[in-house]
Nanobody
Framework: VQLQASGGGLVQPGGSLSVSCLVSGSIGSVNEMGWYRQAPGKQRELVAMITSSGSATYADSVKGRFTISRDNAKNSVYLQMNSLKPEDTAVYYC???????????????WGRGTQVTVSS
């Protein structure tokens, strides 16, 4: 099972950007999916999480600006980021709790991360 993130890049303050993450491999089912971020010198923090039924939670710092969504048929999770601020600059990592076909247990998996830079 692999998580492949895409998107990200450089955007000016106030701009928008989106990131996507695809879960691939021998997948039995995918439970919660989410996005974390890690800025230089800081700990990794939760940005947003979404359950398999579509219930989402957000960090206070991104509420009203970011939207997480998922496509269960495609085993994908997305993060739409609007009104971006310089403090949103970080490496964004996708995370998913996945049960592979040979197991009954869900384990947390991480993607490699994609850089988001907000700067003028």
């Amino acid at each position: 099972v692999q998580l492949q993130a895409s998107g990200g890049g450089l955007v000016q303050p106030g701009g928008s950007l989106s990131v996507s993450c695809l879960v691939s491999g021998s997948i039995g089912s995918v439970n919660e999916m989410g996005w974390y971020r890690q800025a230089p010198g800081k700990q990794r923090e939760l940005v947003a999480m979404i359950t398999s039924s579509g219930s989402a939670t957000y960090a206070d710092s991104v509420k009203g600006r970011f939207t997480i969504s998922r496509d269960n048929a495609k085993n994908s999770v997305y993060l739409q980021m609007n009104s971006l601020k310089p403090e949103d600059t970080a490496v964004y990592y996708c995370n998913a709790f996945v049960r592979d076909r040979s197991s009954r247990l869900y384990t947390g998996r991480w993607g490699r991360g994609t850089q988001v830079t907000v700067s003028s």
